[in-house]
């Protein structure tokens, strides 16, 4: 089965700062990776993802995230942080299982942006 | 951009009653969608996916007989939770896969805002 770690479940940034939020797969088969955010109480909202192709994949709110297959990461970056980044955001992986294609996620970082 | 609605976003009830929730993609056809839980400061949990025209298949540990799941249509599941207990007060996300370009390999899931249930 496939599994997906983040590593630190609170990142604190200062506005402006740059941001790195950290993500280990483990996958037997080329992953698709997805990126998501939740504000509170709300549902996921898709930041990016990476099917095939480019590794360095742009998404929306200027968050990227690079696929390094040799490091079986998937890092999300944004060169400055706002005050309006502060939220959970999940890494997932796609596994192939019961006929479907499912969603694994890590289990979350929460990001705190000060000012 | 693809919309996923859930009704209710809140909803308190008491122990031992039932409480439906919808889960609905408003402007696409979803033939499949997932049920998720999601417990206080933790990840999500993949309850089971829920298939048009067919039964649910729902992951290992999940009762089947406590979260009824129907696909009645394209654009429509439902989870309900029978005899609810206080253990059943979580955070229920449910998401549609929205196929791509056609390949069922090639798709994305849009989230729904959630629902809160709380039982006392």
């Known amino acids: 089965a496939q599994s997906v770690t983040q590593l630190g479940s609170h990142v604190s940034v200062s506005e402006g700062a740059l941001v790195l939020l950290r993500c280990n797969y483990s996958s037997s088969v080329p992953p698709y990776l997805f990126w998501y955010v939740q504000y509170p109480n709300q549902g996921l909202q898709l930041l990016l993802k990476?099917?095939?192709?480019?590794?360095l994949v742009k998404g929306i709110n200027g968050f990227e995230a690079e696929f390094k297959k040799s490091e079986t990461s998937f890092h999300l970056t944004k060169p400055s942080a706002h005050m309006s980044d502060a939220a959970e955001y999940f890494c997932a992986v796609s596994e192939f299982s019961g006929g479907y294609n499912k969603l694994i996620f890590g289990a979350g970082t929460r990001l705190a942006v000060h000012p | 951009g693809a919309v996923v609605s859930q009704h209710p976003s809140r909803v308190i009830c008491k122990s031992g009653t039932s409480v439906k929730i919808e889960c609905r993609s408003l402007?696409?056809?979803?033939?499949?969608m997932f049920w998720y839980r999601q417990f206080p400061k933790k990840s999500l949990m993949l309850m089971a996916t829920?298939?048009?025209?067919?039964?649910?298949?729902?992951e290992q540990g999940v009762e089947k007989d406590k979260f009824l799941i129907n696909h009645a249509s394209l654009t429509l599941s439902t989870l309900t939770v029978t005899s609810a207990h206080p253990e059943d007060s979580s955070f229920y996300i449910c998401?549609?896969?929205?196929?791509?370009?056609?390949?069922?390999?090639?798709?994305?899931?849009?989230f729904g805002p959630g629902t809160r249930l709380t039982v006392t």
């Open positions: 998401s549609a896969r929205l196929i791509l370009a056609g390949l069922t390999s090639v798709y994305e899931q849009y």
């Open positions: 829920s298939n048009e025209g067919s039964k649910a298949t729902y």
């Open positions: 402007d696409f056809q979803a033939t499949t």
């Open positions: 990476y099917t095939t192709g480019a590794t």
